[in-house]
């Protein structure tokens, strides 16, 4: 029967990630030992109860006394297997899913059996009369519960994993759709000072190292603030190069924000945006303006530059970093992200707001 069941679940047997142990985070049973997990299991067993007693009645919509008996007896045996479940999760998530839910099932009979014995004796205090019938079939409700609660949230579980390798793989490939469009400008930019400025190039290959590296770096899915500048900084160094004194760049940075999570790469593409659409095709060049700051639970990080002129290609090009940019945002962090872009007057500005969080260390 309970090969049966690992055919039911899908399991093989080997623990959720094939080595000897698995984290408790990895356990395909949620945490019982937090309140929510708890109370969602009194109010559906308190459910459950509930039809019972409507289709137990013969009279009336519903047994009360047959329902206050059941939902005592059904709400002190969630409590207890909840609680041996949540004190043997670390031990529960080291074995194979067929042990971890051999365990579980045997937890959860054992603890019906002892209550179902314990209020038999209460409810026919005859000597020596036990109904081991009504106690059979009170075993074997269980059994069925159990089985259908446990392939619940085995699926939820599987499906979650399954969820997570998506997001890694889009946030991925997101990452790598905008890594061509600065390194090939800067290689060229590169190209082009070998021959007169050789010093210069030499630093600006050093600076496109950095690029690369970051770049190549699809696993981070967050870094800290502070790094993500340091490439800009590196970035804005070879366009200075190509642009010269075209090309003025204004830094407002609150300070205290160095470890604030952001994802690789979301703010260089802004910038670099801001130069090939609002300063390169001008002759006299222009100003970008790079202002970050704290406001409540957000920062906001703000691109300012002068308004580009109206070419339908840059014009795509722009939407879709801002499109890639939005997409990697919404992945991550969910709704509390924004990204904005308008116009006014004679300035073209791209907001992002971020909702405060600390980058891991790394």
Known sequence: MWR???????????????????????????????????????????????????????????????????????????????????????????????????????????????????????????????????????????????????????????WQAQREAEMGARLAALQARIQPHFLFNSMNTIASLIATRPEQAEEAVLDLSEL???????????????????????????????????????????????????????????IENAIYHGIQPRPEGGTVRIEISARGEFVYLMVQNPKPEQDQRRHRGNRIALANIQSRLQALFGEPAVLKHSHQHETYTVTLRLPRRKASQQ
């Not at 399991?11 to 945490?31: C, I, R």
């Not at 997990?37 to 047959?66: C, H, K, M, P, R």
């Not at 770096?217 to 870094?223: A, C, G, M, V, W």
Request: net charge neutral; charged share 20%; aromatic share 10%.
């Open 212 to 270: 690369f590296r970051a770049s190549l770096r699809t696993s981070d899915q967050l870094i800290p603030l502070a790094r993500e500048l340091e490439l800009c900084r590196r970035y804005l160094a070879i366009e200075s190069l190509r642009l010269g004194e075209r090309l003025q760049v204004d830094w407002v940075v609150s300070p205290g924000l160095e470890h604030q999570a952001i994802p690789p790469l979301t703010l260089q593409p802004l």
């Open 4 to 158: 049966d069941y690992s055919i039911l679940t899908g399991a093989k047997e080997t623990p959720l990630n094939g080595d000897k142990s698995v984290s408790s985070h990895d356990f395909f049973v949620p945490d019982l030992c937090r309140v929510r997990a708890v109370f969602l299991l009194l109010v559906t067993s308190e459910l459950f109860v509930l039809v019972l007693s409507i289709v137990q009645t013969e009279t009336g919509w519903i047994d009360w006394n047959y329902f206050g008996l059941l939902s005592l007896f059904v709400q002190w045996t969630t409590l207890t297997s909840a609680a041996l479940i949540c004190l043997l999760r670390s031990r529960l998530a080291r074995m194979t899913v067929t042990r971890s839910t051999l365990l579980i099932v045997a937890i959860v009979l054992a603890d019906v059996l002892a209550f179902s014995l314990f209020a038999d004796r209460v409810l026919h205090p005859e000597p020596g009369v036990t109904k081991w019938q009504g106690i059979a079939k009170k075993l074997l409700v269980a059994l069925l519960i159990v089985l259908m609660v446990l392939r619940y949230f085995y699926l939820q579980h599987q």
